[in-house]
Structure formats: C-alpha cells, structure tokens
C-alpha cells in the first residue's frame, strides 16, 4: 500500500483564465456528437448524445503460470444546448465506467518443486461530471462545473509450495483493498476577452487494508493499513494586459499503522499544507510559496517526529531584474526525551539568487543547532 497522490497547487492566471478544468477532460476516442432532439425531453432543447464501449480480453503465460487480463470502459456525453436570443445555454453531462481484472492460476509439477498459485487483481472507477455555461453575446461568459469520482481495487493471492525431496512445504496468502473517493467544482466568468474571474476547490479521501499470512517452518504474518484526506482550492483574477493575480492552497493528513507477527507494531501519520500567491502587473512579476509539513511515528515505546517550514519567494521586472530567496527551517528527533543527545536536531537553511541585467549573484547558508554548525555554500 502506499499513499495516496495529492493534487500540488499552481499559479498560473494567464492560462487558466481561459481553460477548462483538467478535472472536466476525458481521454478517449473522438466520436463526432451526432443524435437528433431527444423526445422524451418535453423542453424544445437541442440533444446531441455520444458514447464509447471499450473491452477486451487477453491470455498470456509468464513461465508455467497462465495469465488472464480483462477490461470494459464505457463512456457518455450528452449536450443539450438552448438558444434565448442573445443568451445560450449549454449544460455538458459526462460519465464514465470502467473495470479491469487479472488473473493468475496454474498448478506446476516438477520433480523438485509442486506448486498452486491463485491470484487475482481488480479496478474499477466510476466518474460523473457536469459543465454548464451560459453566454451573453455582449457580455461575456459565465461558466460552472463538477466532477465525482470512485474508485475501488482488490488484490488475492494464495501460493501453496511443496519440496517433494525434502518434504518442506510452504504457503503464503495476501489480500488486500483500496477505497477513494474525490469531488472537485470550477467556476468562472468571463466579462470580456482576456478578462475573468475563476475559482476551483477539490477534496479528496482513501484508505486501504492488506494482511499477508506467511508459513514456512514457522509461522509470520502482518497487517496494515492508512488514510489520507486531503483538499485543494485555487482562485485567480486575469485582467488581460493589465494585471493577473492567483492564489491556491492545499492541505492534506494521513495515518498509517503495520503489525508484523510474532509483534512488532509500527504507527504513524502526517500533515502538510501548502499556500501559493503570485502575480503580475505589467513588466513585474511575482510569486511567494509557504510549506510546512510534519510527521510523527512510533516503532517500540519513543515516538520519533520530524517537521520543516519553507518560505520562498520571486521578484522579477521583465529582462532587467529578478530576486529569488528560500529559506527552511526542519527538525527532527525523539519526543518527548530528557536526554539532550536524542532531543533532536534542528537546521536552519537559506539560500538568495539576485540577478540584474543578466549579472548573477549566489549566497547560501545552513546553521545546525544541537550541536551548533554554521556552513556557508
């Protein structure tokens, strides 16, 4: 199992003022949008309906062991479209459906090894999203939309060996299943070309639970398991040639725990957060970024933690000037100890780039504290 993927935030106003959602396009093959007015819809809207249905199956070996694979994805989109003078109106309904499974069996014979093995593998996801835009013909655009998404994963494994030399036998099974969920909505509008306001947020949650039991002479087994939640927003101004502004900030936490037999547990979790502002205003340009994480785990009776703090920022005037500086603060160690040795360590970094009219400059420090180390690079 590993941790979940959280979306890092950007700043970019000049795209993003003009581009839809990432979160809102779909891979898939092109098909034209071709479909008369649906009747069963009483309103006199215009209709257009496309769809994909991919599948397949496949069969391979990997030594003695057949493989199987199969999948199925099917995909929607319908548009219904009105026109009201200088006004239209589009809502844009996508969904998704998709499943892949694996699987593994076979029974091996030879003179020195009698071995079964079953093993599957399965995926499914399941996506809906909506976009709907109205547009004033003489006073621009006006845009709103969002997405939901599940996604569900199983694996098995069951592996039973026997020595026939010898008579040792071994057996080993695994299982193991993921949860996610996400949703995530966009907004924006768009008075004139080159100008608009637009607003994302995305909040996100998993987890997953494996076990693996072990018997070879003896006897070990371990289970597991995490969470991770986590959301996300951006917002961003663009006044076309003038000024563009934009800001997005994250945060997500998580925790874990392992067992491992005859006893050995193991916990943890962390946090970390991340804010982002940035802009320009006519040759100047800006951005400054603050991150802070921290972790804490457990093996035995000390827990030990770590935890850092980043501040970084730009400056820039076109071609003629640009000053860029970070600095980080980190530390780590046992908690809570009344021995100084294992209290911990904490490092003070930072480093500041100027260069002018092409000119560069570089100046670097990291301080340690417990025991005091000044290095200068």
Known sequence: MGKHSRRKPSY???????????????????????????????????HKREGTLDRGVGLSREGDTPILRGFVSSTERNV???????????????RSVSESVETRDGVTIRPDKVRALAAS??????????????????????????????????????????DPRTGTASLVTEDGRGLGASEGTYHAVGPLPGFG??????????GGLGRTLRLDGAFSGDLGGAMEAGRSSGHAVDLGQFAAV???????????FTGDLPLDVGSGGDFGQEHVLGGTVGPATG??????VASLAQHGAAPTGSGANTL????????????????????????????????????????????????????GVIAGALPLELKQF
């Open 246 to 256: 934009g800001t997005t900030s994250a945060q997500h936490g998580g925790g874990w």
């Open 80 to 94: 219904y479209s009105k026109d009201l003078g200088d006004a239209k109106l589009v809502a844009d309904v996508r």
């Open 121 to 162: 593998k399965t995926a499914e996801a399941v996506t809906q999203g909506q976009r709907n835009t109205m547009r004033l013909e003489r006073y621009g655009t006006v845009a709103a939309g969002n997405e939901t998404k599940f996604e569900r994963s199983g694996a098995r494994l069951t592996d039973a060996a026997l």
């Open 287 to 292: 951005l400054v970024t603050t991150e802070q």
């Open 312 to 363: 970084s920022g730009d400056l820039g005037v076109d071609e003629v000037a640009n000053i860029h500086g970070v600095t980080t603060t980190s530390g780590r160690g046992v908690l809570p100890t009344t021995d100084p040795g294992g209290a911990g360590h904490v490092t003070q970094s930072g480093t500041l780039d100027l260069t002018v009219l092409g000119q560069p400059t570089h100046t």
């Open 197 to 206: 306001v637009i607003n994302e947020t995305e909040q996100h949650a998993g």
């Open 12 to 46: 970019l106003p000049k795209v993003a003022a003009g581009a839809a959602p990432l979160a809102l396009l779909f891979a898939g093959p092109a098909t034209a949008l071709a479909a008369p007015s649906d009747a069963a819809i009483p309103l006199p809207l215009d």
